[in-house]
């Protein structure tokens, strides 16, 4: 069975760097897409988004200068990183898995990144 | 970006009430719509995918329908364990976006 597990802190300083891991089993990640998606407080959810099976990354448009995608296929791992946050980035971040356009059919449970001073 | 306007944003019912969410898209998905659960500490869980498919392991009281802008979920007969958030997702194009749910809530 697919499996994904978010790791990283919980608290982020305004203007630093989050950074996420997202650890795969049950699947390889050079097989697939890999996906970031983010709920805020008051439930909005945004998609923030992906690597794919070779390396290509899509951003939304909306953080497409802060957001950068990655991953280590030697670890079964991939990355999120949101560079210059605010207090607005506040969020549950999760990773997800599909292929292209298909749906999400596999989630991690999410982990909870506060921005705040 | 594709907007997605979701309603109600909540609403009440009782143990066996047959309910209705809507989902309307700022233009046309032609299909590419799902509906994705969320209870309370628990994980987003896949219900329907492309307008009207149940994912696997999904009871059949669930089902969808729409075309075009418009798509609904249907839950037919209400069970506690249905109390939960409700989104909606369009995979049309990018970036995907997702409604704003619907609270569903024991009357």
């Known amino acids: 069975e697919v499996q994904l597990q978010e790791s990283g802190p919980s608290l982020v300083k305004p203007s630093q760097t989050l950074s996420l891991t997202c650890s795969v089993t049950g699947a390889s990640i050079t097989s697939g897409y890999w996906n970031w998606i983010r709920k805020f407080p008051g439930n909005k959810l945004e998609y923030m988004g992906y690597?794919?099976?070779?390396?290509?990354?899509y951003y939304n448009p909306s953080l497409k200068s802060r957001i950068s995608i990655t991953r280590d296929t030697s670890k079964n791992q991939y990355y999120v990183q949101l560079n210059s946050v605010t207090t607005e980035d506040t969020a549950t971040y999760y990773c997800a898995r599909n292929y292209d356009s298909s749906p999400f059919a596999y989630w991690g449970q999410g982990t909870l990144v506060t921005v705040s001073a | 970006d594709i907007q997605m306007i979701q309603s109600p944003s909540s609403m009440f019912a009782f143990l066996g009430d047959r309910v209705s969410l809507s989902c309307r898209a700022s233009q046309g998905i032609r299909g590419n719509l799902d509906w994705y659960q969320q209870k309370p500490g628990g994980p987003i869980k896949l219900l329907i995918y492309s307008t009207s498919n149940l994912n696997s392991g999904v009871p059949s009281r669930f089902s969808g329908s729409g075309s075009g802008s418009d798509y609904s979920l249907t839950i037919s007969s209400l069970e506690s364990e249905d109390f939960a958030d409700y989104y909606c997702?369009?995979?049309?194009?990018?970036?995907?976006?997702f409604g704003a749910g619907t609270k569903l809530e024991l009357k």
């Open positions: 690597i794919n099976y070779s390396g290509s990354t």
């Open positions: 997702l369009q995979r049309n194009a990018y970036p995907l976006t």
